[in-house]
């Protein structure tokens, strides 16, 4: 594990571990009665946990682990654990338990435009991520505002792939669509494609830039 997801980890960890982890949680009566918790199928756990599966305590006991396996293995789905966390009101939980869930989203966010294919886990690219974290946060701002600053290819091909994906009909997140609008975002398409124009790439950065610059304008 990289060694800042493993911070990232370790904080969550320390935070919620006020929250003891049980083996067995109480399950609806009339659903399916008690549930043990197995680390080895966490993705049917995750779909009713918090609902008819466990309290709320319970939930907070396995944030640690269902967020440390997002970002390690690929039997989670991002949208599913975001969708958990938005029922159980995440936003009105303790300062420190808030604190720790945005620092490991940031690494996580950090992992993953560091790489390109990235492999961070169950996130398959930027706008998955993204995607999730907007439901989780209500805004992606920081995020956007966080890969202005960050550079290199990998940065630049995630920028290239959700330009393609959004042309080719993906739904984003509307603070992402402004993002994109921007000159800035163009010019830095053009720049990567001057500076990688030799590498295998490059015909994608180009037709990123192509595409964008097309879409801009039929949107004004």
Same mark, same amino acid.
């Given at each position: 594990?990289?060694?800042? $997801?493993?911070? #990232?980890?370790?904080?969550?960890?320390?935070?919620? #571990?006020?929250?003891?982890?049980?083996?067995?949680? *109480?399950? &609806?009566?009339?659903?399916?009665?008690?549930?043990?918790?197995?680390?080895?199928?966490?993705?049917?756990?995750?779909?009713?946990?918090?609902?008819?599966?466990?309290?709320?305590?319970?939930?907070?006991?396995?944030?640690?682990?269902?967020?440390?396996?997002?970002?390690?293995?690929?039997?989670?789905?991002?949208?599913?654990?975001?969708?958990?966390?938005?029922?159980?009101?995440?936003?009105? +939980?303790?300062?420190?338990?808030? *604190?720790?869930?945005?620092?490991?989203?940031?690494?996580?966010?950090?992992?993953?435009?560091?790489?390109?294919?990235?492999?961070?886990?169950?996130?398959?690219?930027?706008?998955?991520?993204?995607?999730?974290?907007?439901?989780? &946060?209500?805004?992606?701002?920081?995020?956007?505002?966080?890969?202005?600053?960050?550079?290199?290819?990998?940065?630049?091909?995630?920028?290239?792939?959700?330009?393609?994906? +959004?042309?080719?009909?993906?739904?984003?997140?509307?603070?992402?669509?402004?993002?994109?609008?921007?000159?800035?975002?163009?010019?830095?398409?053009?720049?990567?494609?001057?500076?990688?124009?030799?590498?295998?790439?490059?015909?994608? $950065?180009?037709? #990123?830039?192509?595409?964008?610059? +097309?879409?801009?304008?039929?949107?004004?």
């Amino acid at each position: 594990m990289d060694d800042a $997801l493993a911070a #990232a980890v370790g904080r969550l960890r320390e935070t919620f #571990a006020r929250y003891p982890r049980r083996t067995v949680l *109480e399950g &609806c009566p009339h659903c399916r009665g008690p549930v043990r918790v197995d680390e080895h199928d966490l993705f049917s756990l995750t779909l009713r946990l918090g609902g008819t599966v466990g309290t709320d305590d319970d939930v907070k006991s396995l944030v640690p682990l269902l967020l440390e396996r997002l970002a390690t293995g690929n039997e989670l789905v991002p949208s599913v654990i975001s969708s958990l966390l938005v029922r159980q009101d995440w936003r009105t +939980w303790p300062a420190a338990e808030q *604190e720790a869930v945005d620092g490991y989203l940031m690494v996580v966010w950090r992992l993953l435009l560091a790489e390109h294919p990235p492999r961070v886990g169950s996130f398959g690219d930027a706008a998955e991520f993204l995607g999730m974290a907007d439901e989780l &946060c209500g805004g992606i701002g920081l995020f956007l505002h966080d890969w202005d600053t960050i550079r290199g290819s990998a940065a630049d091909r995630h920028i290239a792939d959700l330009v393609i994906g +959004w042309v080719g009909g993906a739904q984003l997140p509307a603070a992402v669509l402004t993002w994109l609008h921007r000159d800035v975002v163009r010019d830095r398409l053009y720049d990567a494609f001057e500076r990688d124009h030799d590498a295998a790439w490059a015909d994608d $950065l180009a037709r #990123a830039y192509d595409l964008l610059s +097309w879409q801009v304008s039929s949107d004004m």
